[in-house]
């Protein structure tokens, strides 16, 4: 067995590593260095000299283990590339912001667009857990085993003739907010790798840590300040906005939490794989639910947002966590200067980073503190501080790991010298192996006198079939599974599809195993799948309605307080579910598909109480209100209208009464001026007006040629005047015809307004028609959010970018609605 060290040796950067074993060269990971200092890319000489690459294996997605992966790959077109299917997703997402990166900034790019997308149609997916060869003429098994450390993320096991090899990646063993902590059996290597970027150091107590930063913001928004917490945009950026949503939920902070950068994207794809994430998570995706945006949480879709943003208290989660670019340096450079504010750093910040400075900065006595960013150097007078949220193992993880493996040969690798020596003198006390401390350019010849002999599964058996495995016949793979493995194994996909001997597409049977009553997956491993037991399986069948505190359970996995629900109840003889929500209207609304769901699953009727939580409505108006005096709210039930008194001006009226609606279906009146939020224009000719259905008539022929049609039009009554009102897909649309509108005004005598309703039947309608003309197939139907105006989608399979901006554009343009 040979080592070959490219980078990521006595570093924490460029990870890439040639391990040649039974006459094959496997390149682990293959990185870039952040620094702007120090030539950011492997050594790839090293690799050519020493035979070049045959397969390539990766371990994660952040840039610094895939960032130089598009040029390795160009010169070796040939070596397939493996990594898990969240993996993939992150990566193609990063590799393509890296290109608009060296676009703005570099003179000469490393690779081009073509280079990543050739590369991209390199890799093949595979599961953790589950054992793949990837050479048809060498004995040579790899498996990826759960890491922890961000979604996908995966320590590697390669066995051979010639011994076998670990390289545990970058893990953590820490259970995060999105996802569980590394799941590695105790395998047997002769020679390991392992990441020793905390190898000298304990890291603190994660709740007490994240306690301690909700607290801290916590006063500097009662104080009137902001916080920007500077984050990566894979991982730690997901973990805070859980954080802060769990924060908020529960009443400890009272502030809007805004998400810039490529966290958006992120979020995205985060969503689009549920099986790497916590059961929690997944099982509200299913649903077809939203894990990170809500009322409280929100992306900044536009710049120009950002000047708004900061003009009140809030909080900003932004890429890039180190202050190296990203809008995170320009919420720096305007929120620095006021020692109000915040600057929350929660991660690693290599020593030449602006975030590394910012830190320094805080132990200097100076009070003319300067942080240079670009070209500019601010005045820091915020608050600094720095949080333990690492998603790295630290001395005590490393230690238990090498433990547990007991490998031959130990070499630590992705840490700073002083820590990696630290870290070794720590092994050598515990266990009688020989401790390595590699450089870049080293290279070892390890010769395995007795290779340790491994544990053997042995393979499953099959059924051999030779149709597609689908709803109609999984039931023959469930008796099959039960009747011959057990319920106890926990299987992959690639295992599921082995075991019904008939290979198909993994995303599709991943999809179909999710929406199963016969397979479950695994509550620490959302990836691996159990055969459900027969006798629960009869209990869901044959019971009928679900015993009633098993419902009443299930109520609060469906709908969570962020819903609204604030009360639930059951009318036993009668299998009645008694629901009560803040606002029932727009929860009817909004939450239509979840009670259907609801009910087929527990075979109890949903029930919805009418009356509105009149208590909410205060939580809404101070909401919305935060920086006004409200002296007065009253509730009128009868006209679903809600009339405060406030001290003062609001900026932004119309804005704020949309707004309210969208949370609780009613209507606001401020200081007693009921300006209507739907009208556009407002003639009243007395009896010059037309006849109403003579005006009718005039309006279909003024829209008959146009694009968008009113597809309802209504006479309504106010303070005694009747008015016209007309509800188009959704009022965004029906704003866009303000002239049109306007003309009309004159034409009839009758006020006019637009409706705030929305058509979400034909959104969905049009969504899926939409996705299906571009060639993309949607995983469930589109859901339509009010609160927002936007579709949520699940994409089966992969899609380009440039095909998404464009159904965003068309979808926009049709219903007036943007894609979350």
Same mark, same amino acid.
């Given at each position: 067995?040979?080592?070959?060290?490219?980078?990521?040796?006595?570093?924490?950067?460029?990870?890439?590593?040639?391990?040649?074993?039974?006459?094959?060269?496997?390149?682990?990971?293959?990185?870039?260095?952040?620094?702007?200092?120090?030539?950011?890319?492997?050594?790839?000489?090293?690799?050519?000299?020493?035979?070049?690459?045959?397969?390539?294996?990766?371990?994660?997605?952040?840039?610094?283990?895939?960032?130089?992966?598009?040029?390795?790959?160009?010169?070796?077109?040939?070596?397939?590339?493996?990594?898990?299917?969240?993996?993939?997703?992150?990566?193609?997402?990063?590799?393509?912001?890296?290109?608009?990166?060296?676009?703005?900034?570099?003179?000469?790019?490393?690779?081009?667009?073509?280079?990543?997308?050739?590369?991209?149609?390199?890799?093949?997916?595979?599961?953790?857990?589950?054992?793949?060869?990837?050479?048809?003429?060498?004995?040579?098994?790899?498996?990826?085993?759960?890491?922890?450390?961000?979604?996908?993320?995966?320590?590697?096991?390669?066995?051979?003739?010639?011994?076998?090899?670990?390289?545990?990646?970058?893990?953590?063993?820490?259970?995060?907010?999105?996802?569980?902590?590394?799941?590695?059996?105790?395998?047997?290597?002769?020679?390991?790798?392992?990441?020793?970027?905390?190898?000298?150091?304990?890291?603190?107590?994660?709740?007490?840590?994240?306690?301690?930063?909700?607290?801290?913001?916590?006063?500097?928004?009662?104080?009137?300040?902001?916080?920007?917490?500077?984050?990566?945009?894979?991982?730690?950026?997901?973990?805070?906005?859980?954080?802060?949503?769990?924060?908020?939920?529960?009443?400890?902070?009272?502030?809007?939490?805004?998400?810039?950068?490529?966290?958006?994207?992120?979020?995205?794809?985060?969503?689009?794989?549920?099986?790497?994430?916590?059961?929690?998570?997944?099982?509200?995706?299913?649903?077809?639910?939203?894990?990170?945006?809500?009322?409280?949480?929100?992306?900044?879709?536009?710049?120009?947002?950002?000047?708004?943003?900061?003009?009140?208290?809030?909080?900003?989660?932004?890429?890039?966590?180190?202050?190296?670019?990203?809008?995170?340096?320009?919420?720096?450079?305007?929120?620095?200067?006021?020692?109000?504010?915040?600057?929350?750093?929660?991660?690693?910040?290599?020593?030449?980073?602006?975030?590394?400075?910012?830190?320094?900065?805080?132990?200097?006595?100076?009070?003319?503190?300067?942080?240079?960013?670009?070209?500019?150097?601010?005045?820091?007078?915020?608050?600094?501080?720095?949080?333990?949220?690492?998603?790295?193992?630290?001395m005590s993880e490393i230690l238990s790991l090498v433990n547990n493996l007991h490998p031959k040969k130990v070499f630590l690798v992705h840490g700073d010298p002083d820590t990696i020596n630290f870290l070794g003198k720590e092994i050598q006390?515990?266990?009688?192996?020989?401790?390595?401390?590699?450089?870049?350019?080293?290279?070892?010849?390890?010769?395995?006198?007795?290779?340790?002999?491994?544990?053997?599964?042995?393979?499953?058996?099959?059924?051999?079939?030779?149709?597609?495995?689908?709803?109609?016949?999984?039931?023959?793979?469930?008796?099959?599974?039960?009747?011959?493995?057990?319920?106890?194994?926990?299987?992959? !996909? &690639?295992?599921?599809?082995? $075991?019904?001997?008939?290979?198909? *597409?993994?995303?599709?049977? @991943?999809? +179909?195993? #999710?929406? =199963?009553?016969?397979?479950?997956?695994?509550?620490?491993?959302?990836?691996?799948?159990?055969?459900?037991?027969?006798?629960?399986?009869?209990?869901?069948?044959?019971?009928?309605?679900?015993?009633?505190?098993?419902?009443?359970?299930?109520?609060?996995?469906?709908?969570?307080?962020?819903?609204?629900?604030?009360?639930?109840?059951?009318?036993?003889?009668?299998?009645?579910?008694?629901?009560?929500?803040?606002?029932?209207?727009?929860?009817?609304?909004?939450?239509?598909?979840?009670?259907?769901?609801?009910?087929?699953?527990?075979?109890?009727? !949903? &029930?919805?109480?009418?009356? $509105?939580?009149?208590?909410?409505? *205060?939580?809404?108006?101070? @909401?919305? +209100?935060? #920086?006004? =005096?409200?002296?007065?709210?009253?509730?009128?039930?009868?006209?679903?209208?809600?009339?405060?008194?406030?001290?003062?001006?609001?900026?932004?009226?119309?804005?704020?009464?949309?707004?309210?609606?969208?949370?609780?279906?009613?209507?606001?009146?401020?200081?007693?001026?009921?300006?209507?939020?739907?009208?556009?224009?407002?003639?009243?000719?007395?009896?010059?007006?037309?006849e109403q259905n003579e005006a009718l008539t005039i309006i279909d022929e003024a829209f008959k040629d146009l694009p968008h049609k009113p597809y309802k039009k209504s006479i309504k009554t106010s303070n005694g005047i009747k008015y016209i009102?007309?509800?188009?897909?959704?009022?965004?649309?029906?704003?866009?015809?303000?002239?049109?509108?306007?003309?009309?005004?004159?034409?009839?005598?009758?006020?006019?307004?637009?409706?705030?309703?929305?058509?979400?039947?034909?959104?969905?309608?049009?969504?899926?028609?939409?996705?299906?003309?571009?060639?993309?197939?949607?995983?469930?139907?589109?859901?339509?959010?009010?609160?927002?105006?936007?579709?949520?989608?699940?994409?089966?399979?992969?899609?380009?970018?440039?095909?998404?901006?464009?159904?965003?554009?068309?979808?926009?343009?049709?219903?007036?609605?943007?894609?979350?």
């Amino acid at each position: 067995m040979k080592l070959y060290f490219c980078g990521g040796a006595s570093e924490v950067g460029a990870s890439c590593y040639l391990v040649n074993i039974d006459g094959k060269n496997i390149l682990l990971d293959c990185g870039i260095r952040m620094s702007s200092s120090k030539d950011n890319l492997p050594d790839f000489q090293h690799i050519q000299e020493n035979g070049g690459v045959d397969v390539i294996v990766i371990s994660h997605a952040h840039m610094d283990h895939i960032g130089a992966l598009p040029i390795i790959s160009r010169i070796y077109p040939d070596a397939k590339i493996y990594m898990t299917h969240a993996a993939k997703d992150l990566t193609r997402v990063l590799l393509y912001d890296s290109l608009k990166i060296m676009e703005r900034e570099a003179e000469i790019p490393a690779y081009a667009e073509i280079h990543v997308r050739e590369m991209l149609n390199r890799i093949i997916c595979h599961t953790p857990g589950h054992t793949f060869s990837p050479f048809l003429d060498a004995d040579l098994k790899v498996t990826f085993y759960s890491a922890g450390h961000i979604a996908g993320a995966a320590s590697i096991y390669i066995v051979g003739t010639e011994g076998s090899f670990f390289y545990s990646g970058d893990f953590s063993r820490f259970r995060q907010n999105t996802i569980e902590g590394a799941s590695i059996p105790k395998l047997r290597p002769d020679v390991a790798f392992f990441e020793s970027t905390y190898g000298d150091k304990l890291h603190a107590n994660r709740e007490l840590e994240e306690s301690r930063l909700v607290e801290k913001i916590r006063d500097i928004l009662k104080n009137g300040g902001k916080v920007l917490i500077p984050a990566f945009a894979l991982g730690r950026a997901q973990e805070i906005i859980l954080i802060l949503k769990k924060a908020i939920n529960k009443g400890m902070i009272n502030s809007k939490v805004y998400v810039d950068g490529m966290v958006k994207d992120i979020c995205r794809i985060y969503k689009l794989n549920p099986n790497y994430l916590r059961q929690n998570l997944a099982k509200k995706i299913f649903k077809g639910g939203e894990i990170f945006f809500d009322d409280n949480v929100m992306p900044v879709d536009r710049p120009e947002m950002r000047e708004d943003i900061i003009k009140e208290p809030c909080v900003i989660v932004s890429s890039s966590g180190m202050l190296t670019g990203g809008p995170s340096q320009w919420y720096a450079e305007k929120l620095a200067g006021d020692e109000k504010n915040l600057i929350a750093i929660t991660g690693y910040q290599d020593e030449e980073s602006p975030g590394r400075r910012l830190l320094e900065l805080t132990d200097e006595k100076s009070e003319d503190k300067k942080l240079k960013l670009t070209d500019k150097e601010i005045p820091v007078k915020c608050a600094v501080d720095k949080f333990g949220l690492s998603a790295h193992a630290d001395m005590s993880e490393i230690l238990s790991l090498v433990n547990n493996l007991h490998p031959k040969k130990v070499f630590l690798v992705h840490g700073d010298p002083d820590t990696i020596n630290f870290l070794g003198k720590e092994i050598q006390k515990d266990i009688k192996s020989d401790v390595y401390v590699p450089f870049n350019g080293d290279a070892y010849d390890i010769d395995i006198d007795n290779p340790r002999k491994q544990l053997v599964r042995k393979p499953y058996p099959s059924m051999k079939m030779g149709e597609v495995l689908n709803e109609g016949n999984i039931e023959k793979l469930w008796r099959f599974v039960l009747d011959r493995i057990g319920a106890d194994a926990a299987l992959s !996909v &690639e295992d599921i599809a082995e $075991i019904w001997g008939c290979m198909e *597409n993994t995303d599709a049977l @991943k999809d +179909l195993l #999710n929406n =199963s009553v016969y397979f479950q997956p695994d509550k620490r491993r959302m990836f691996l799948y159990h055969a459900v037991l027969e006798e629960e399986l009869k209990k869901e069948k044959d019971e009928g309605p679900m015993e009633v505190n098993q419902m009443l359970s299930l109520v609060d996995e469906y709908f969570t307080r962020e819903s609204g629900l604030y009360k639930k109840g059951a009318r036993f003889d009668e299998k009645i579910a008694l629901l009560y929500f803040d606002f029932p209207d727009v929860a009817k609304y909004r939450y239509s598909h979840l009670f259907k769901e609801f009910e087929e699953r527990t075979g109890w009727k !949903v &029930e919805i109480n009418e009356n $509105i939580n009149t208590s909410a409505i *205060n939580d809404v108006i101070y @909401k919305l +209100l935060p #920086n006004v =005096s409200v002296n007065k709210v009253s509730y009128k039930g009868a006209d679903k209208l809600v009339s405060v008194k406030i001290d003062g001006e609001i900026e932004d009226i119309q804005e704020v009464k949309d707004k309210f609606y969208n949370e609780t279906g009613l209507k606001l009146i401020v200081n007693g001026k009921d300006a209507s939020v739907d009208t556009i224009g407002v003639v009243d000719k007395g009896s010059d007006k037309l006849e109403q259905n003579e005006a009718l008539t005039i309006i279909d022929e003024a829209f008959k040629d146009l694009p968008h049609k009113p597809y309802k039009k209504s006479i309504k009554t106010s303070n005694g005047i009747k008015y016209i009102e007309l509800t188009f897909i959704s009022k965004v649309v029906g704003e866009r015809y303000k002239e049109k509108i306007d003309e009309l005004i004159k034409k009839t005598g009758w006020t006019i307004v637009v409706g705030s309703g929305c058509n979400q039947i034909e959104v969905i309608n049009i969504a899926k028609r939409v996705f299906g003309e571009m060639g993309v197939k949607l995983k469930k139907n589109p859901s339509v959010y009010l609160d927002d105006m936007t579709v949520g989608i699940s994409i089966d399979g992969d899609a380009d970018d440039e095909i998404i901006k464009k159904i965003d554009d068309t979808l926009y343009d049709m219903t007036g609605l943007r894609l979350r």
